[in-house]
């Protein structure tokens, strides 16, 4: 099984009680909940009893497993939903050796994200699987994506729609990295497998040109 980063993210309240909640009133053990998030029992034993902070590919993973979004399991209530989403207000993230900035709103069943992908990066070999669609487009640099058997690389304009069930994997292709554009849905299902990893994956087969 493959472990998500351990990197703590900065600024997050304690979602630890919110965390237990959830697992309790969705009637998933321990057990099976860290398996479908890609951690260890005693990992996710730490998360939900506050001695460890999740780092934002956990929050994720766990928003998938429990069938919510990342701001409810934050604890997030907005007084109105803000249609605008302004660039000073995009604080960067980093977590995972990647670094995300929102760039959707909180509570939607949308997530929106402006993803900076280095180039060798610690989850270049990580395969995602779970329920719902991914949208990307490159802003810059050149980007691999990995669907299924086949090998996809996407150039400045380019774009996939895909169904996340099909396990994928996303790589900087250029020296520099890349930048994204990342879309998908959190649909409401506790069914999710995120990360399957390299082992569990077959080799992927030809290199196409998007």
Do not use: K
């Amino acid at each position: 099984m493959t472990t998500l980063s351990d990197e703590p993210a900065a600024g997050l309240p304690t979602v630890a009680p919110r965390l237990r909640d959830l697992r309790r009133r969705s009637g998933i053990t321990l057990e099976s909940a860290a398996q479908r998030a890609g951690l260890s029992p005693a990992h996710l034993s730490r998360l939900e009893t506050g001695r460890r902070q999740p780092s934002l590919p956990m929050l994720l993973a766990l928003a998938h497993t429990y069938g919510t979004t990342v701001s409810d399991l934050l604890g997030e209530v907005p007084a109105e939903q803000d249609p605008i989403v302004r660039a000073d207000r995009m604080e960067a993230s980093p977590a995972g050796g990647w670094t995300y900035w929102r760039a959707g709103g909180s509570a939607r069943a949308l997530q929106a994200l402006r993803v900076h992908v280095p180039h060798g990066g610690a989850q270049d070999a990580l395969v995602r699987v779970h329920p719902g669609e991914e949208w990307l487009y490159v802003l810059r640099g050149q980007m691999r994506l990995a669907l299924g058997e086949a090998t996809h690389v996407l150039d400045v304009g380019d774009a996939a729609h895909f169904d996340s069930m099909t396990p994928h994997r996303i790589a900087a292709a250029s020296a520099g990295g890349a930048e994204l554009l990342f879309v998908h849905t959190l649909l409401q299902s506790g069914a999710s497998e995120l990360c399957l990893g390299d082992r569990d994956h077959r080799a992927i087969g030809r290199t196409n040109r998007a």
